[in-house]
Structure formats: structure tokens, C-alpha cells
């Protein structure tokens, strides 16, 4: 706190040395941020003997020998297919039945909803840990386990509540008459839910989707609990290459790069909503 | 906020998510609640033990141990990426293609995915390849998060504060953002100091999305694993060994039923009574705004 | 169903609570809650009380356990003084 009061203030100095003063805050920052992610990436980009014989800030034998290791051999990229199976079934199941739950949180007082949207937010905070073991014990009686589903519908456990206030927070911003016009227009509620309300609400589903994708992209304890071959993630393949016969970490390094791009790519998209999704829809 | 009908009718627009999370949240609760009053001998013969779980949990130090380096790390990393992402949130250029890109690189490392985040921690701490760990040693400095008791919980902590002070500056941002600039401009007027600003204008429009950033922070931290795990593995001996990363040793590694499901209830139990003083707190908070 | 390895004392458990979850859900219908503050200073609906008061026999049957560590039954005498407080003044 005592830096924010030794900043210039606002009234008593010329606008420059503010402008100044902030700039170097916010570069130190990002600097901050970005050096272990280009550390990763130039180790990515290093054959091993440079990695492990001299000490380099960017690689001098520039190579891409180890995306290729990755995306030639099944045992690596079938990794990034498992997860991206049932980090999309996830994301359609979660978001399919917030939708309608959303809606009815916005709009409706009905018994025992305060204490339901609570019991949501419980399973957000729950602790994957404590899941881990009945969640293996489930699957496995049920003969879900090492499937992708299985772990699709285990990540529902905190991405369905998830979407559920996002979406809410979305639709309280769409005023109710809208509802009332079209009711009395004579749309039942279904036509009036996919072809008027949904079109007003995309940002908002967009955003769900997007922090569902993310959450269930990121995890790791249950993804690894409930999978052994066929549905294998990414993550887990990781943290079992790591430990077997010395480490390949230009291999680890480029393998970690290739999970990053996937938020990366689409984080442009959804910036102005980054704060909402992460605030569960309260901002 | 708008008046909300009351209809009772809606509770069949809920009834998929309650079918949905009923199966993954209460059946697999329910079944911790079974294994904890039981003691099991592999292929799944149970034999009754009572409470004898719960008291072994509660006077074993194992517990206690985990609880409280837990309180440390949650209280620490709070201590430090609050009063950081507010400071940060500050200095955050107002608008424009500069306010674009910050956000966009600060959200970066909010979407690694968590074991990565640990892969990078874990390299870029090494001192023989990594950056960090290269320059700490080169500069004397005596460091080896394997081996060092205080390396170990500094890297943790400056990597959850990398990892996540970026979630406490967006909220405290988007907090900032909805300060109408006639605020400013009347503080102004008064000749109001940067303190007073702070502290009579920009923290009350901010208290409601703190609040959510401390609660989602604090829960977040409280139920770490898969960073803490990649890079140090809860060493060194057990310095770093959190909850859940006790919990999941206890369960999945030694497969002991039924102390790893009562030490789950009792570590739920926390995490519900924590949640729901949150809850109240932000309900009320919403209320008083709505007024 | 085998997995789960049922008992009867933790079936009756969950029973008992899903009977207070009907009974409370009945309770409201027929007679409708209103929200009033009490010694807290929230407001609180009867719902509200009844997660309070099993949130807490809780972390008391616990505590019990962890510090008289034997005769737990009367740790339920000190539940039910505590649910009529919190049903009372809360």
C-alpha cells in the first residue's frame, strides 16, 4: 500500500512523469510475466546437448527438431486429441444444460433457489482432491473408466456451476420486457429461448464456453485419476515423460509451448470478458 | 437488478444441472461419507470401524501439519497478490489499443494449464538450465528448491503470485473501469490527495469485485495441488505437502480408504463453511448496492 | 451399488437429512418464509437456519471428538441446544 501513496498525485505534478511512472510499473510487470513463457519457448526451440552443456538467453542452433518428436509420434499427439475430446464434450454438455438453469436463476424467484445457486458455488470450490477416489471408484463400477466421457462429465463438477453464473450474470443485463413482448407476440418458450434469446445472450454463451473449454483444458489430478491409455491427456503424458530415463527437456518445453497455444489463440477474442468469466459472471 | 416473478414452474429449466451435478458431486460425496466410517482390506470388503478414522485424523499431527502449512501459503500469497494486482490495476493504461494488450498478456498465464505452470516453474527455477535459478546462483545466492526448506516456498509463492496475481488486477480493473470520471473530476475540485482518491472513491466501487477476488483466490490457494506437486513434489521431506496434496497421497498413493475419506469430509467441511461466510458477505454486499 | 459400500447407520444418516430437506420443503409451502435479521445481522430465512444449524453439529460433533474424544451422543445434546439457539436468535 505504501507505494500507491508515494505516487505522484494526480492534482499537484504535470501529467509526464505520472505517465512515466506507470509505464515502468506496467513493463516490470509484464516482464515479469513473460520471462518464464519465453524461457519455455526458447528451451523449446534448443536442441538438448545446448540446453544441458551452455547457457543460453535464445537458442544458437535454431531447431524444431522437438515439435516434430511431438507431432510425428502418436504416443505425443494423441495426447492433445484425448484432451481436446473431452475438453469438447465438456464444454457442450456444461454449457447445453446452464443455459436453461441460467435462464431460470435470472428470471425467476422459485423455492430453494437461493439455496441452490449456493450449493453450485460449493461444487466450484470443492477440492478436486477430495473427488479424485470416489470419482475412481465410480467409473470404474459404472465401466466409464479410461474413457473420455468420464472425464467429461467429472469436470462438470465445477465447470457446469461455472457456467451456470457467467451465464446468469449475462442474462440479468437483458431486460425483461423482451421476455413479455415475445410471450404475448404468442412464441412458446421454447422458439422464443433458441431464435430470440440466445442470439442476445451469444456473448455471453461464447464467454461460458470459453471458460469451460479453459477449466477442463487446465485441469490435471482428475484427468490423470480417471484415464490410463485410451483417453490419456496431454497433461498426464507430460508428467509421466518427465522421470523415465533422464528428461527430454526440450521435448517437455515444446510439448508445454503446444498447450499454451490453445488459450492463446482465441484470449484475443474474449479480453473484455476475461474479468467476468473469471468472477464467475459478477463484475 | 430487476424484479424477479415468482414461478415455481422453473424448477423444471434447473432439473438438468441437478440431475447432472447430483451425479458428480453428491453420489461420489455420499460414497466418502461411507468409506469414512469403514476400514477396507483391498477388493472391496469393508468392515465397520465407527469414528475411529475421524479420531485418528484429529489427533494425528500429519493433519494438522498439512492444515497449517496450508493457512501459511493461502495467507501469504493473498498478503502479496492483493495489495499487487490493485497497485497493478492502477497503473493500467484507461483505454486503447496499450489497455488491449495488457489485458491480453496479463491474462496469459491465467490459461496454462496448471501443470505447465509447474513444468515452467520447474525449469525456469533449475540452476544449471534455468534462467531464475542460473542468475540466483550466479549471484551467490544459496538456492535449490529441491533441497532448500525457504527456496522451495519462495518459488511456489512467486510462482502462484505470477500465476495469479493477473486474475486480482482484472477484477480490481473492471472495478475501475465503472468509476464515472465525474468522481475524479470532483476530487479534483476538492484537491483530494492520491491517498484520499484511493481510499474515498476507487476501493469502495472496487469492495465488491475484491471480494470475489479474494474468495475465488482463497479457495483456489486452499485447494492447490497440481502445481506444488510438478515442481516440488511436496518436498523437500515434507515442507511443501499441502491438503490435497496429503489427501491425494493418502488416497490414491497408499489407497487408504478410509483416513483419506475422513480427512475429505473434514476438509469439505472447512471449505463449506468458508464459501458460505463468502456467499453472505457478497449477497449482502449485492443488496446494500441494489438499495 | 456395491462400490459404495453402504452401511445402515450412514443410510439412516442420509435419510435423516433428506427427511429435514422434505419436511423443511413442506414447511415452506404451506407456511411461507420471511427473511428476518437476528443476532448475526443478516438476514436469514428458515432455510437459511437449517444449513447453519447442520453446518455447525458438524464442526461440534468434531470438536467434541477431538477434544473429549469419547461419550459422542452428548455431542448431539450440545447440537440440539445449539440448533435451538441458532433457530431462536439468528
Redesign the interface.
Known amino acids: 500500500m505504501a507505494d500507491m501513496t508515494a505516487n505522484p498525485s494526480v492534482a499537484r505534478k504535470a501529467s509526464l512523469p505520472r505517465i512515466n511512472s506507470r509505464l515502468v510499473v506496467m513493463t516490470l510487470y509484464l516482464v515479469f510475466l513473460m520471462l518464464p513463457i519465453y524461457w519455455l519457448l526458447n528451451m523449446s526451440l534448443k536442441t538438448n546437448s545446448e540446453i544441458l552443456n551452455s547457457f543460453t538467453l535464445w537458442p544458437q542452433n535454431l531447431t524444431f527438431a522437438n515439435y516434430a518428436t511431438i507431432l510425428t509420434d502418436a504416443s505425443w499427439y494423441m495426447g492433445y486429441v484425448n484432451s481436446m475430446i473431452y475438453v469438447v464434450m465438456n464444454t457442450v454438455i456444461s454449457v447445453a444444460v446452464a443455459l436453461p438453469a441460467a435462464y431460470a436463476f435470472s428470471r425467476y424467484h422459485f423455492m430453494g433457489d437461493k439455496h441452490l445457486f449456493f450449493w453450485l458455488l460449493t461444487n466450484r470450490m470443492a477440492p478436486p482432491a477430495v473427488f479424485a477416489l470416489p470419482f475412481f471408484q465410480l467409473y470404474s463400477s459404472v465401466g466409464l473408466f479410461d474413457t473420455h466421457i468420464a472425464v467429461a462429465l467429472a469436470h462438470c463438477l465445477f465447470n457446469v456451476p461455472l457456467a451456470v453464473w457467467i451465464l446468469e450474470g449475462f442474462m440479468r443485463g437483458v431486460p425483461k420486457e423482451i421476455d413479455e413482448t415475445a410471450y404475448i407476440d404468442g412464441y412458446s418458450f421454447g422458439r422464443f429461448f433458441v431464435k430470440i434469446f440466445m442470439p442476445l445472450i451469444a456473448s455471453g454463451i461464447g464467454v461460458a464456453a470459453f471458460f469451460c473449454f479453459m477449466f477442463s483444458w487446465v485441469e490435471l489430478l482428475l484427468s490423470r485419476t480417471l484415464t490410463s491409455v485410451d483417453a490419456k491427456p496431454i497433461a498426464a503424458t507430460m508428467t509421466r515423460t518427465v522421470g523415465a530415463s533422464g528428461i527430454d527437456w526440450g521435448v517437455l518445453a515444446a510439448a508445454g509451448v503446444l498447450t499454451i497455444v490453445p488459450g492463446a489463440l482465441v484470449i484475443y477474442f474474449v479480453r473484455n470478458y476475461i474479468a467476468k468469466g473469471f468472477a464467475l459472471g459478477r463484475v | 437488478m430487476q424484479e424477479k416473478t415468482v414461478n415455481h414452474k422453473a424448477w423444471f429449466l434447473v432439473l438438468p444441472v441437478l440431475a447432472l451435478v447430483a451425479f458428480s458431486a453428491v453420489i461420489p460425496l455420499m460414497t466418502v461419507v461411507n468409506y469414512s466410517v469403514q476400514d477396507s482390506f483391498g477388493n472391496n470388503q469393508f468392515f465397520w470401524a465407527g469414528l475411529e478414522w475421524f479420531r485418528e485424523m484429529l489427533s494425528e499431527e500429519r493433519m494438522w501439519n498439512a492444515l497449517g502449512r496450508q493457512m501459511a501459503f493461502s495467507a501469504i500469497i493473498l498478503a502479496i497478490e492483493v495489495p499487487l494486482g490493485i497497485f497493478v490495476a492502477l497503473n493500467m493504461p484507461k483505454s486503447g489499443f496499450w489497455a488491449s494488450f495488457c489485458l491480453v498478456v496479463m491474462s496469459l498465464p491465467l490459461l496454462v494449464p496448471w501443470n505447465v505452470v509447474g513444468t515452467i516453474w520447474q525449469i525456469f527455477g533449475r540452476v544449471d538450465i534455468g534462467l531464475l535459478g542460473y542468475t540466483l546462483d550466479a549471484l551467490g545466492v544459496n538456492y535449490n528448491y529441491t533441497q532448500d526448506f525457504i527456496s522451495a516456498w519462495a518459488t511456489l509463492i512467486v510462482m502462484d503470485v505470477w500465476h495469479w496475481t493477473s486474475l486480482v488486477a482484472l477484477l480490481a480493473y473492471a472495478g475501475l473501469q465503472s468509476i464515472p470520471d465525474a468522481y475524479y473530476q470532483a476530487a479534483k475540485i476538492d484537491q483530494a490527495s492520491r491517498w484520499k482518491v484511493f481510499r474515498y472513491i476507487e476501493l469502495p466501487k472496487m469492495m465488491g469485485v475484491l471480494m470475489i477476488a479474494i474468495l475465488l483466490r482463497f479457495m483456489d490457494s486452499f485447494m492447490i495441488y497440481t502445481e506444488p506437486f510438478v515442481v516440488t513434489g511436496g518436498g523437500p521431506g515434507n515442507a511443501t505437502t499441502f491438503l490435497s496434496i496429503d489427501l491425494v497421497k493418502m488416497a490414491l498413493g497408499q489407497f487408504d480408504l478410509g483416513p483419506a475419506a475422513a480427512f475429505s469430509i473434514m476438509y469439505f467441511l472447512v471449505i463449506l463453511a468458508i464459501s458460505w461466510v463468502f456467499y453472505t458477505v457478497m449477497t449482502n454486499l449485492d443488496k446494500r448496492e441494489g438499495k | 451399488m456395491?462400490?459404495?459400500?453402504?452401511?445402515w447407520?450412514?443410510a439412516i444418516?442420509?435419510m435423516v437429512i433428506a427427511g429435514l430437506l422434505i419436511t423443511f420443503?413442506i414447511l415452506?409451502?404451506k407456511f411461507p418464509e420471511t427473511p428476518r435479521k437476528g443476532v448475526l445481522q443478516?438476514?436469514t430465512t428458515r432455510?437459511?437456519r437449517l444449513?447453519i444449524t447442520l453446518?455447525g453439529s458438524?464442526?461440534i460433533n468434531?470438536a467434541w471428538?477431538?477434544i473429549v474424544?469419547a461419550h459422542?451422543p452428548y455431542a448431539m445434546l450440545v447440537c440440539l441446544a445449539y440448533a435451538a439457539a441458532v433457530f431462536r436468535w439468528v
Not at chain 3, 2 to 7: P, V, Y
Open positions: 456395491e462400490w459404495m459400500a453402504w452401511t447407520p450412514t444418516f442420509f420443503s415452506a409451502i443478516i438476514e432455510g437459511d444449513f453446518l458438524a464442526f468434531l471428538l477431538g474424544g459422542q
